[in-house]
């Protein structure tokens, strides 16, 4: 089983994974919207965060097909839509982990895209403060 940050562990766990993939970043093609999708950042955070969490991963996104193509919503600054191929380029050899959430309806996987897309073009928050005007 691929290790992964602990909280988000836990709630993949708790409604399981159809669909994992570890190394080499999955094909966009391979990709649906509501995937969760893990990279090891080049970031300062990056070896905190792994250290913190005991995985390899550092940086977690959420996947939106659309008939613009693949792309990554992510919490850098500002919160950002980056296209798949560049997300996966950032990180540390290109690898990445896709995971599905078994069960995620198309329905239910567009509206959290749609609340992702709400925070778009907030700046990023190093400091991890529990405030909403800063991801």
Same mark, same amino acid.
């Given at each position: 089983?691929?290790?992964?940050?602990?909280?988000?562990?836990?709630?993949?766990?708790?409604?399981?994974?159809?669909?994992?993939?570890?190394?080499?970043?999955?094909?966009?093609?391979?990709?649906?919207?509501?995937?969760?999708?893990?990279?090891?950042?080049?970031?300062?955070?990056?070896?905190?965060?792994?250290?913190?969490?005991?995985?390899?991963?550092?940086?977690?996104?959420?996947?939106?097909?659309?008939?613009?193509?693949?792309?990554?919503?992510?919490?850098?600054?500002?919160?950002?839509?980056?296209?798949?191929?560049?997300?996966?380029?950032?990180?540390? $050899?290109?690898? &990445?982990? =896709?995971? +599905?959430?078994? #069960?995620?309806?198309?329905? *239910? %996987?567009? $509206?959290?895209? &749609?609340? =992702?897309? +709400?925070?778009? #073009?907030?700046?990023?928050? *190093? %400091?991890?403060?529990?405030?909403?005007?800063?991801?």
């Amino acid at each position: 089983m691929p290790r992964v940050p602990g909280a988000v562990w836990l709630l993949v766990l708790s409604v399981g994974v159809s669909r994992g993939t570890q190394g080499a970043a999955p094909a966009a093609a391979d990709l649906e919207t509501g995937d969760l999708v893990f990279q090891t950042s080049r970031s300062a955070q990056s070896v905190p965060i792994q250290r913190a969490t005991r995985s390899r991963w550092s940086h977690v996104g959420l996947v939106e097909v659309g008939p613009d193509g693949v792309f990554v919503l992510e919490a850098v600054s500002p919160v950002s839509r980056t296209p798949w191929e560049r997300w996966v380029a950032r990180g540390e $050899r290109g690898e &990445a982990l =896709a995971l +599905r959430l078994r #069960g995620l309806a198309p329905a *239910a %996987a567009g $509206r959290v895209i &749609a609340e =992702a897309r +709400r925070h778009l #073009g907030k700046p990023y928050d *190093a %400091a991890f403060g529990w405030g909403d005007d800063r991801l």
